[in-house]
């Protein structure tokens, strides 16, 4: 069983998001410091969703993911998890919708290479229709979205209907004065949901003795990279 969420919260941030905040630091998925990401900027924090690799930390994902979704009122009628990190995220999303939320949503997933024998095909689970949601655990370059829609061009009865991810760096992308989230909910017309803000995060540092420390240097680089 997951163990309770506390009590408790800032003005600005849910008391379940906090919760997720502190259980990332504690998992290792959330860390702080000085990281050199992929564009060459130099990072305050860094977020690494591969780190949450223990039966409740699966749990916790699953609870969050469901409840991020239900808290966004998005209409959708199935999950579905790219391959290959999606599949377990849509997964333990629909076990929580309908533990938590009383929601009995099916799920599926596609496979890298489509199978030619047994049931053959590329999509696993549930039948492709209705309105899709994708879990994934973060988005840069929007692949994960590109694949599923043009993946869905095969299935007329399907509709995307957004994405719900673990965190938005609300981070200008190089060259950009959107994010990335931003720029790929402008291209595709979708909402993507993510499960927690930077902007949370740096609430949350402010809050906690442990981490001051760091609270200038995030600032710092969100008042230089971060978007309105």
Same mark, same amino acid.
């Given at each position: ?23 990332? $630091?504690?998992?290792?998925?959330? /860390? ?8 060459? @900027?130099?990072? +305050? #924090?860094? &977020? *690494? ?37 999606? $599949?377990?995220?849509?997964?333990? /999303? ?8 009383? @929601?009995?949503? +099916? #799920?599926? &997933? *596609? ?118």
């Amino acid at each position: 069983m997951d163990r309770p969420f506390s009590t408790g919260s800032t003005a600005s941030t849910p008391q379940w998001q906090q919760d997720f905040i502190r259980f990332a $630091i504690d998992a290792g998925a959330l /860390t702080f410091g000085e990281f050199t990401l992929k564009s060459g @900027r130099v990072s +305050p #924090y860094f &977020f *690494n969703a591969g780190q949450f690799q223990t039966g409740e930390a699966l749990s916790r994902l699953g609870q969050v993911y469901a409840r991020a979704l239900v808290s966004s009122g998005l209409d959708f009628d199935l999950v579905f998890g790219p391959a290959y990190k999606g $599949i377990p995220l849509a997964t333990t /999303t629909v076990v929580a919708l309908q533990r938590d939320h009383e @929601r009995n949503v +099916p #799920y599926a &997933f *596609n496979r890298k290479e489509a199978k030619d024998h047994g049931e053959g095909g590329q999509i696993v689970g549930a039948p492709l229709e209705g309105r899709i949601v994708i879990v994934d655990d973060v988005i840069t370059a929007g692949t994960a979205i590109r694949e599923v829609q043009a993946l869905m061009q095969q299935f007329p009865k399907a509709q995307l209907a957004g994405a719900v991810v673990a965190m938005d760096r609300q981070e200008k992308a190089p060259g950009e004065e959107r994010s990335a989230i931003q720029a790929l909910e402008a291209e595709f017309g979708l909402p993507i949901i993510p499960v927690i803000t930077f902007n949370q995060v740096i609430d949350y540092v402010a809050t906690q003795p442990d981490f001051e420390r760091h609270l200038a240097a995030v600032e710092a680089y969100r008042a230089r990279y971060g978007v309105v």
